[in-house]
């Protein structure tokens, strides 16, 4: 019988392909809050969102209601776009934020704050990771969360232009991701820096909108930079199916790839080859949002047979999922494990 081992020594042994444990990993790389869960702990949006204590209380109920190995407490997108000066909708328990202006459409005009890590929306961030790392550091592994420069420009530029200055002024696009990636790799060094065992690296070049060529032309070597730079475990989150360029994450040097189900695991378990360790791809918006616990453990299942290292939600959850779905996926990962070992 394997032996018990903490949520923390679970999930890092799923990120570097090391020894298993009592069950596989259940991570969040991205958020795992729904109304339910802020009701359980008092604590809602948008003021989750704003305030540190409220941010790291909320995050650890993941681990502590839901039973995840892991604590991740940024749960918007937003963040780096406030700090660089975005005008923000911080949403509602019903509503994530959103940015209401794209500020910049020139190179020239981007700035990037000497002290955009004492910005709020991005001291917030650390001050939780430090708080989570005090509370729950040898025992539950800490994650933090930074956008990757495709995404801050997005948020910067607004994503039709952007996408279309991919096509007209490819020049353009890559001076804005030279600018930009500075905040990505000062942010997730100084996640680091407050206690973050490992970073996600969100960059939503999604395969639904972006080739793979554009890919390999324009953030591949971005990429290979920030791994370089950065220095620390980094899990690379890119939504849509991007089975056509999982060779390009494993050559750009990330330690494991966040996907959707859109890519299938026992695919994605082949082409990787065990290079780069795979973290999902329970579906949201049909089997999580809308399906039956058994529903989940049915996707749980199939998810760890096919080899994934650390099962979790594909993306960012919606609002109103229900708990009983997010409790489903550690249950099946405790009930399947002796089928498959």
């Avoid at 969040?28 to 809050?33: A, E, F, G, K, L």
């Avoid at 509602?92 to 910049?104: G, I, K, L, V």
């Avoid at 001050?127 to 420009?153: F, H």
């Amino acid at each position: 019988m394997a032996r018990k081992i903490s949520p923390k020594r679970r999930f890092m042994s799923g990120l570097f392909g090391g020894r298993k444990g009592d069950r596989p990993s259940v991570g969040n790389p991205t958020s795992i809050v729904s109304q339910e869960l802020m009701e359980k702990t008092g604590v809602f949006f948008p003021q989750a969102h704003l305030e540190a204590k409220l941010m790291a209380e909320l995050a650890a109920a993941g681990h502590e209601i839901l039973g995840f190995d892991s604590i991740m407490p940024e749960f918007s997108v937003q963040q780096e776009a406030a700090a660089l000066g975005c005008d923000m909708d911080w949403g509602s328990p019903s509503m994530m934020p959103d940015a209401r202006t794209h500020p910049f459409q020139r190179v020239e005009d981007l700035i990037i704050p000497e002290n955009i890590l004492e910005k709020p929306s991005m001291k917030v961030v650390l001050e939780a990771l430090n708080i989570l790392r005090r509370q729950y550091g040898d025992e539950v592994a800490i994650v933090g969360k930074v956008m990757g420069p495709w995404t801050i420009s997005y948020h910067m530029a607004g994503t039709q232009n952007f996408l279309l200055w991919a096509i007209t002024e490819p020049d353009k696009v890559r001076r804005f991701l030279e600018v930009l990636k500075e905040v990505s790799i000062l942010f997730a060094k100084a996640q680091f820096q407050a206690g973050a065992d490992v970073v996600v690296l969100a960059d939503h070049a999604t395969g639904d909108l972006v080739s793979p060529k554009t890919y390999e032309k324009f953030l591949l070597p971005v990429h290979k930079e920030l791994v370089q730079r950065i220095g620390g475990p980094l899990i690379l989150h890119i939504c849509g199916n991007c089975a056509d360029r999982l060779r390009m994450f494993v050559e750009a040097g990330f330690d494991g790839y966040h996907f959707e189900w859109q890519v299938d695991a026992q695919e994605a378990v082949r082409v990787v080859n065990r290079e780069m360790s795979l973290v999902g791809n329970i579906n949201n918006a049909t089997t999580l949002l809308r399906g039956t616990p058994e529903d989940v453990r049915k996707q749980v299942r199939y998810s760890i047979e096919a080899g994934v290292d650390i099962i979790a939600p594909e993306c960012a959850v919606p609002l109103q999922t229900p708990l009983r779905n997010l409790r489903a996926i550690v249950e099946a990962a405790q009930e399947g494990y002796g089928s498959v070992i």
